[in-house]
């Protein structure tokens, strides 16, 4: 009897000293579970829960759900979650550069190299309390999605759903347009209330949109950002070994996405084209004019929103002409 008291007692002790040892964070992301944006996400909490087994654990509590996008960036910072999967667009109420991902010309590794990375990490660490731990999305541009039928960049009279990444694009080219998450677009489209939308190649299907949409504009332009960051305060206080999880399935992630990325934009690309979606395609000129516009009215906006980082930022992001 005694003997089954004392090995108890050991058990207990043990459990107790792992639990001490093991941190779990709490988790959200901005996009709807198990679609295109959150995926890279998932993929990353299984690494870490795999390889950081009574080291460190993430809790995933869930998308949109569970919290409004919109709202993610603020939680992130507050600590109220440790850990999230969000894009700039969502959170520039607290930090307008992050939206200049968007403009990102150069891979993320030629970034993390000649120092554009700790800049824009700095500012991270400044207006969001955050790390910047890692972008899982390849080169995936955005296109502008219709339900009537342009022949040139010309938007007057047409009203389009946005998110920051959007706005000063489509306003120069003469677009009425209305703020929604990406759970808003479907009802938007069903009603009649947008004309059409800003989305990347990919994802489309996800929500059923493509029951929705007539066309699709082309070229694309900029390239999506969707990134794990984590709260700085619940970054401090992990121990180097924890540390070292994160960052390795971090930047598992972050090389995974070139290839999953390339392969996913042409078979979304072909699955448009099947789903009747039709294509609106500007002469060469045009094409290269509608790009033009698009960097030059992006980094406007941003430099506008901060005259102090924007510049800076532009030298980084551009690529060398
Ligand atoms: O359109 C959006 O909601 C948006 O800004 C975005 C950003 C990154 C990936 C997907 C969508």
Redesign the pocket.
């Known amino acids: 009897m005694r003997k089954y008291v004392l090995v108890g007692a050991f058990l207990m002790g043990s459990a107790a000293a792992a639990t001490a040892q093991e941190v779990t964070l709490r988790a959200v992301t901005a996009?709807a579970e198990k679609t295109t944006?959150s995926r890279g996400f998932e993929r990353f909490i299984e690494r870490v829960n795999e390889t950081g087994k009574g080291v460190i654990r993430i809790n995933y509590i869930g998308g949109p759900k569970a919290m409004p996008p919109f709202e993610v960036g603020n939680a992130l910072k507050s600590g109220v979650v440790d850990i999230a999967n969000s894009?700039g667009?969502?959170y520039t109420n607290l930090m307008p550069e992050a939206d200049a991902w968007k403009l990102r010309q150069v891979p993320m590794a030629e970034l993390r190299k000649n120092g554009g990375f700790n800049y824009m990490a700095a500012i991270y660490a400044q207006k969001m309390n955050a790390i910047f731990l890692a972008n899982f999305?390849g080169d995936n541009p955005f296109h502008l999605y219709l339900n009537k039928k342009i022949t040139s960049p010309d938007l007057s009279g047409l009203k389009l759903r946005i998110?920051p990444?959007?706005r000063d694009f489509f306003q120069a080219m003469g677009a009425t347009v209305v703020q929604t998450a990406?759970g808003e677009v479907y009802t938007a489209l069903e009603r009649g209330v947008v004309d059409g939308y800003?989305?990347?190649i990919t994802?489309i299907f996800d929500l059923g949109w493509q029951e929705k949409t007539k066309y699709r504009v082309d070229p694309g332009f900029y390239t999506?950002?969707?990134s794990v960051i984590i709260n700085k305060a619940t970054w401090d206080k992990l121990t180097p070994q924890q540390k070292a999880v994160l960052q390795k399935a971090g930047g598992e992630g972050e090389k995974d996405a070139i290839g999953d990325f390339a392969k996913a934009n042409a078979e979304d690309t072909e699955r448009q084209a099947k789903a009747g979606i039709e294509t609106i395609k500007f002469d060469e000129a045009g094409a290269r004019r509608y790009l033009e516009q698009a960097y030059e009215a992006g980094w406007a906006g941003i430099i506008r929103q901060s005259a102090e980082h924007g510049p800076k930022l532009r030298g980084f992001f551009s690529k060398a002409k």
Do not use: H, N, R
């Open positions: 996009f944006y894009t667009a969502f999305v998110t990444v959007y990406p800003g989305w990347p994802g999506a950002e969707v």
